[in-house]
DNA sequence: AATTAAACTTGCAAAATGCAAGTTTTGTCA
DNA sequence: TGACAAAACTTGCATTTTGCAAGTTTAATT
């Protein structure tokens, strides 16, 4: 049988934050979505060879969910699919723009920091 | 035996996004986040009563993990363990201020596009 | 029609999360 | 002090999500 393709997200409260979350706060939507705004991604083939190496099951579940829920559409049927943003997945930028400013800035893992997180803690 | 609280968390790659995900993008940390920043939240207590109802395990594991990621710090040893955002904590807050932003646009879910979509793709 | 490669499925293992019920710790106060 | 209560934390097990490897289907190309 197939795996039931109509659940709904399941939203945890309605702040907004949470309900963001809810649709793009697993591992791999908002990368998906990455390719997509900045390395102009736009088939299953070229999601798949992204450096993160995303499995094909999970792949296919995202692009679904992520057409489902309108982050993007695809035009071309099977084979020579090629997806492309909607404006709700393009007002994702601004997300993953902070998201990318907070990874550059702390991309030099502090070890020292953990060095002394580590002492302090009974970890 | 005590969980491993040792193991460093994996990147799947050097992107700045991807490795800030694989920091704060599983499905708890950032409402943690958000609890400290705009709601005051300070205590293991205060945290559980958020209405998204996290449950005390993987509270527990987060406040670890941050703490060991160096996004928060506590003071006042068990019993009146008071949580704080570090430096690095409040960074995120223009992630979180996206993030809230998009939420907002979108809070009011777009029913007629689901209901579009349906009937497009064979679902 | 046969080939081929992109798109998608399946089955099972491993990891993350959810839930309910505990136990430990430490401030409070009789 | 020492019993108590409440905060912090643990444990065990069910469920869900993700990971991996190997498939099958589908449609362009020849």
């Known amino acids: ?3 039931s393709i109509d659940q709904t997200i399941k939203k945890r409260s309605d702040c907004p934050i949470s309900c963001s979350l809810d649709l793009v706060g697993d591992k791999w939507s908002l990368l998906i979505i ?3 705004l900045y390395l ?3 088939t299953y ?3 798949l060879s992204s450096k993160e190496t995303i499995s094909t099951n999970i792949l296919n579940d995202r692009l679904i969910q992520l057409t489902k829920d309108g982050f993007i ?3 071309g049927s099977a084979k020579r699919k090629k997806y492309e943003l909607t ?3 393009l007002d994702l ?3 993953l723009e902070s998201i990318a400013l907070f990874g550059m800035k702390y991309s030099i893992a502090d070890k020292e920091f953990l060095k002394h997180v580590k002492k302090t803690m009974k970890l």
Chains 1, 2 share one sequence.
């Open 73 to 75: 559409t695809f035009t």
């Open 87 to 89: 404006k709700k997945g």
């Open 34 to 36: 990455r390719d997509m």
């Open 93 to 95: 930028k601004p997300v």
């Open 40 to 42: 102009g991604k736009t």
């Open 1 to 3: 049988m197939k795996k």
């Open 45 to 47: 083939n070229e999601f």
